[in-house]
């Protein structure tokens, strides 16, 4: 390959990376082409970005980052493939899912490491935290509910103590 091309590439990888705000690491390398076609075909479902990258590339393209991304750098072994979303949890649905499909057939780890919510995850035993990690959004709503619930249980103690106390003074007018 040529330098340029190479360059090319990196570029390309540095603004992918860019465009998303999450990214997995992973190695699908045992499966065959229907099975790589299928998850092809899923990953486009759920908004997730599929891109199998070289390792050298890959982790110049990270070098150049803005963000140090230097604790990934032993997770780019093997084959390599990046799954790129702005949903935090989804990839993870996905290779949790696949794995599932396909447990007796795969016999290596699939999730190398995971670039989340501004954290770093190596390794496949964290796809469980990745698969409950909740986004920005999602944690933003809960604290407002949170915070809603005391005010609705006031307002509905009220009400219904108004109802209370109008149903006992109709009925002390008609004595």
């Known amino acids: 390959m040529k330098k340029e091309d190479k360059s090319a590439i990196i570029k390309q990888l540095e603004s992918t990376i860019g465009e998303y705000a999450h990214f997995y690491l992973a190695d699908f390398g045992g499966l065959n082409a229907a099975k790589t076609t299928e998850l092809r075909r899923i990953c486009f479902g759920k908004d997730v970005k599929l891109v199998v990258v070289k390792n050298t590339l890959l982790k110049k393209a990270l070098d150049n980052s803005k ?27 996905i290779i949790q899912d ?27 035993d964290q796809l469980e935290a990745l698969i409950t990690v909740k986004s920005k959004n999602e944690l933003i709503a809960d604290v407002i509910a949170l915070l809603q619930s005391p005010a609705k249980n006031v307002i509905s103690a009220l009400q219904s103590g108004g109802v209370t106390i109008h149903g006992v003074l109709r009925t002390l007018s008609e004595r």
Do not use: H, R, W
Request: charged fraction near 25%.
């Open 67 to 93: 963000v140090d991304f230097s604790e990934l750098n032993s997770s780019l072994t093997g084959e390599t493939s990046m799954l790129l979303s702005n949903i935090g949890n989804a990839p993870a649905k």
């Open 98 to 124: 696949l794995m599932k499909a396909s447990k007796s057939k795969i016999k290596k780890q699939i999730l190398k490491a995971a670039y989340v919510e501004e954290s770093f995850y190596i390794g496949e």
